[in-house]
């Protein structure tokens, strides 16, 4: 991580509208920002299932070890995703005191209007 900082853990879900490539959002953020997160980041991210599927068939973040794949939205994936970013005592990832981690997911609320949230937490020491 630069300057210091902790690492990140970032957790991604798409909507199939933002996971369509070449075009769709999802492709659109992760491919200027792959050789940051690879090089300088060096973040973890959990994807969710059908997201994961379309990054690896799109060949984003190709081999990059921190990239963990979760089971789908109808499988409970969402709550494994939250659960691996915001826990530290997340079976998906090591404990590594103070951390701080991002949050985003995208949805489509009708054809013509779409939108991404993110939102970040900071990582509690484990006791």
Do not use: K, W
């Not at 070449?22 to 659109?28: V, W």
């Not at 959990?46 to 379309?54: E, I, N, S």
């Not at 079976?91 to 991404?116: D, Y």
């Amino acid at each position: 991580m630069p300057l210091g900082l902790p690492p990140l853990r970032i957790g991604l879900a798409a909507s199939a509208l933002h996971r369509a490539a070449p075009n769709g959002a999802l492709f659109r953020l992760l491919g200027p920002l792959e050789q940051s997160i690879r090089e300088e980041l060096r973040a973890e991210l959990f994807v969710l299932g059908t997201t994961y599927d379309a990054l690896v068939a799109d060949g984003v973040l190709a081999d990059y070890p921190r990239l963990t794949r979760l089971p789908a939205r109808r499988d409970g994936g969402l709550i494994h995703l939250v659960a691996a970013v915001v826990s530290c005592s997340s079976r998906h990832s090591r404990t590594r005191g103070n951390g701080s981690s991002l949050l985003g997911s995208s949805a489509a609320s009708s054809p013509t209007r779409s939108s991404i949230r993110i939102s970040t937490s900071p990582r509690r020491r484990s006791r």
